[in-house]
């Protein structure tokens, strides 16, 4: 039985992982911040110690991307230093690492869809950090899986989605950025990803590396925003204008790439699994947020 240790626990995908490794009947321990803060390499020791894991993901991370412009230290230290010292001690104890990243490595200026070969050339602190943390892992041990994701959404946690199905409540007309195009990835595919990367790490095929994940298709934020007041409607019957606005109209601290589509073929002939296309997906999470709980039966 294959033993999985992972850093994040209360994060949305932390959440999604430990839900489905729960489905499958894989062992999973989950830590969150309380149980062990990855900044600490003492609290990291014994948790590899207590877990004695066979692999480990790390789904801890500081993400929030403006907040990060006025606190690059703190940043720095989750999103770089801590997966440095994460995957010291996974080379120490012989331990394959799963560590996620983010399309913000880029800038946005390619056309076309990001592939891994790439350079990268982050616009603010968070894509900076989250760089540095891949470059620290490269560098502490060999056996490592790194995953960049994008605009990551589902049930568990603070999203996007679930930020415009507030909106769509409460206002008459939605304004979202409508020129930055990317790939909506749903927790439920990336717990999927890892899940698979874990399979392949423990039967001896895993390819390690660098690898692009996301949900299949790509929208801009207004294009998602509008499918989730599409899908929502049908529970709600509400439905609110999304009306498309510029980047140049919502200015936030941290600057964004207007295009981080991410290419996920490698990682799909490598590790044979490829996303649900992203309107299916957010389909499902709607109904699941907005669908009636059934009552019990009387
Ligand atoms: N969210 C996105 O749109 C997005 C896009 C691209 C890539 N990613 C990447 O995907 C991964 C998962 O993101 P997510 O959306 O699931 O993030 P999330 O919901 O913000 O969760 C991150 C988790 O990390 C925990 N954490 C922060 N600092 C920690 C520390 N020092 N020690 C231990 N735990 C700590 C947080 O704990 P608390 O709950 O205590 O704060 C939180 O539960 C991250 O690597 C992120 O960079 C995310």
Not at 107 to 127: H, M, N, R, S
Not at 211 to 216: I, L, W
Not at 246 to 260: G, L, Q
Request: hydrophobic share 45%; glycine share 8%.
């Amino acid at each position: 039985m294959t033993r999985v240790l992972l850093f994040g626990a209360n994060g949305q995908v932390g959440r999604e992982t430990t839900a489905l490794a729960a489905e499958r009947g894989i062992e999973l321990r989950a830590l969150d911040r309380a149980a062990v803060d990855i900044t600490d390499p003492v609290a990291l020791a014994r948790a590899f110690e207590g877990a004695r894991p066979d692999i480990a993901i790390n789904a801890a991370a500081y993400t929030a991307v403006d907040k990060a412009e006025s606190e690059p230290e703190a940043a720095a230290r989750v999103n770089a230093m801590a997966p440095g010292l994460i995957a010291e001690r996974c080379e120490r104890e012989g331990v394959p690492l799963i560590h996620i990243s983010t399309d913000y490595v880029f800038d946005g200026t390619k056309v076309g869809a990001y592939v891994e070969a790439d350079p990268i050339a982050p616009l603010g602190v968070y894509g900076r950090t989250k760089a540095a943390g891949e470059a620290a892992v490269r560098a502490a041990t060999e056996r490592h899986v790194i995953l960049r994701t994008s605009w990551v959404y589902g049930m568990h946690g603070a999203n996007f989605l679930k930020t415009m199905l507030r909106l769509a409540k409460e206002r008459d007309r939605l304004t979202i950025v409508g020129d930055q195009r990317g790939c909506p990835t749903a927790t439920r595919d990336i717990a999927e990803a890892l899940l698979a990367v874990t399979a392949a790490a423990r039967a001896g095929t895993a390819r390690f590396g660098t690898y692009h994940f996301a949900g299949t298709g790509t929208t801009t934020w207004h294009g998602f925003a509008t499918e989730i007041v599409r899908e929502a409607a049908r529970h709600t019957g509400r439905t609110p204008e999304v009306a498309a606005i510029t980047t140049a109209d919502y200015p936030t601290p941290a600057k964004r790439p207007a295009n981080s589509q991410l290419d996920s073929s490698l990682f799909e002939r490598t590790f044979r699994f490829r996303a649900a296309p992203w309107q299916a997906r957010v389909a499902e999470v709607v109904d699941g947020l907005l669908a009636p709980a059934p009552t019990e039966a009387t």
